[in-house]
């Protein structure tokens, strides 16, 4: 029996003009299927496609050619307006640099993607109180985001992609600005989620961060340069590892 892909991404091309109407290719022809729960991160140096690639995948950005499929049913051609009804319904975003709703309490911004998605008050509310408590911010459900610190607030961002419990999570260099401490508890959650079978792709230059997932695609230059599984095994002393196996 053949599993559908969570999503799936075909020669898909993204490129933008310079100011002096050159083409700049960020996106090239690159190929990627992610399946139900998996957890795939992206790495490769600054400039290599990877915030355009997650970008387009979540329908921020549009594909300049190429198709891209969410639950075998196919995306790309969804007008802005379908594009923002698939992500309420189905997508959580996590930025790294927040974009938190700062008129909004922290508990307002958990809360909204949930009872935007069609959950009842008390569902949402409920959903609000477990990711806050999970990520240690039961205490800041009144604050506003500019009383928060910089942790905090990615945090407050995770939350609130995993409010409306979406299909696929999107996350861009989610712990970038973040401290070790603050690191630590968003790979805690991540981690956590994802064992509870929730489909993550993750962009990061964090090798920590990288060590979490099942597989390991590396950009260079907007293409796919390998593509390997992570597979744990345990050392001479008994410890996990993690050895990642590439596609060649």
Known sequence: MTTTPAIRA????KIYQSGRGLPVPAVRGVDLTVDPGEFVAIMGPSGSGKSTLIHLLGGLDTRTSGEIWLDGKRADTLSESGWAVLRR????????????????TVADNVELPALLGGASPR???ERREYLLGELGLTDRAAAAPAQLSGGEQQRVALARALANQPRLLLADEPTGNLDSRNTRDVLKLLSRV???????VLVTHDARVAGLADRVVSLLDGEIVDDGAIVRRRGPGGTAGDVVELRG
Not at 194 to 199: A, E, F, I, K
Request: charged residues 15%.
């Open 123 to 125: 569902h949402a509310r």
């Open 10 to 13: 075909v020669n898909l091309v």
């Open 89 to 104: 319904e189905k997508i959580g975003f996590v930025f790294q640099f927040f974009n938190l709703v700062t008129n909004m």
């Open 194 to 200: 994802h064992r509870q079978g929730q489909t993550i």
